[in-house]
């Protein structure tokens, strides 16, 4: 005799000969042996077997270091399903630190920090943490003062993080990306864990045009609340030189044009104010490329 049956909201199984049956709070051994139990009034030493089919999906809240934070619910309950669920994980994760918090019925709350960093460098299989219903998954923010044993692009590479970041050229009148020769910022999405040539090629920029010798990635540091300018050359980067190719992150910005590069240099300079955010940070780019005739005009 076999059947199939679906725990209901309260974890109760109607089984056949017995009746309604809970389930609710045991494992799968601990339900053979309640079967064998009951089977036992009707059959002689009764050889039961259980097997889950699939567990029941729960919605959870997934806060901090991920692409869209919110409420889901997963068919899945693992955290790795979690944080693909909510679009992976920023650059700025801290995997080594992923904290799941639950609330139990009296009140109490519970706590449990995960490194999912280590068994990712080591190709250890990920830990297997079951999520119920009404937990809260929190990605803390990566120190930067805490980088030295931490691969990030390591972790840019796995599926745990987003599979997409956006980088953005700014370019004016140098006939650059396809041609065009109107100021402005220009996005392109690369795979997570690009490099630098990966986005000059993506960018299809014209050698004739372009002084690939210079080009400038401007990178916004979230701590300092300024924009960190570095120059590099794209043609020692095509020839696989790591300090020309570093890996790209989300709203990295890069110039190629000379004479660009200079009065944005210039404008950088003399901007004493701090960014806010990242969005005033591409926002003071936005308006710089459309100020044609005060900075990048003739």
Partial sequence: MSFQATLDIQGNVIVPLQGVTTFNGLTIQETESLIS???????VDPDVSVTLVAQRGVEVTILGEVVRPGYYPLGAPQISAALLTAGGTTGTADLRSVLVQRRLPNGQLL?????????????????????????????ERLDPAALDDYDRELVSRSTLATPIITVRFLNYGSGNLGGSTSGSLTAIDLPNGSRFADALVRASLNPDTSNLGEVALIRFDEEAGRAVTTTLDGNEAFRGIPSENPPLQENDVIIVNRTVLAKLTYALNTFTQPFRDVLGFLLFFDELANSSESLFGP
């Fill in 37 to 43: 139990q009951i089977y036992n009034q009707y059959v």
């Fill in 111 to 139: 706590e449990q920090t995960i490194d999912l960093f280590t068994p990712l460098k080591e190709g250890q299989e990920l830990p297997n943490v079951a999520l119920q219903d009404g937990d809260v998954i929190l990605v």
